[in-house]
């Protein structure tokens, strides 16, 4: 099983093709890395995954978005557009990891804990 899939069995959801996407980040700000690699793969991830929070609240889907020219900075941007509230890009990384982080404390509070965080033994094997 590769670096890649382990990564997606921590998704609050369970293991999803729409949160691990480690090997590169949807506005292409992770380096590259190894997929089957370990070192360094923690950052990346949690980069990746407050994007898809992100991308999940302003309601865009990860599959049109990772194709397009689209930056955090132009989230920000139209976000400030369209409501009229200033938002700046690091208020947009913030609030995507607190998004994340709360969608781990609701599993916490609903009796999840960390050995829950693996993938369907068929994927072991």
């Not at 382990?6 to 700000?29: I, K, M, N």
């Not at 923690?42 to 980069?47: I, L, N, Q, R």
Request: aromatic letters at 8%; one cysteine or more; proline letters at 4%.
């Amino acid at each position: 099983m590769s670096a890649s899939a382990r990564l997606d069995s921590v998704c609050p959801r369970g293991g999803c093709h729409e949160r691990g996407l480690v090997t590169s980040g949807v506005f292409s700000s992770p380096p590259p890395v190894d997929r089957f690699a370990l070192e360094g793969k923690g950052e990346v991830a949690m980069e990746v995954q407050d994007e898809m929070a992100v991308l999940d609240s302003l309601g865009f889907c990860v599959f049109v978005i990772h194709n397009a020219d689209i930056t955090m900075a132009n989230l920000a941007e139209l976000y400030t557009a369209a409501t009229g509230f200033k938002m700046t890009e690091q208020n947009l990384w913030k609030a995507g990891e607190r998004v994340w982080n709360l969608e781990r404390i609701f599993n916490i509070r609903e009796g999840f804990t960390s050995k829950d965080d693996t993938l369907p033994e068929r994927l072991f094997k």
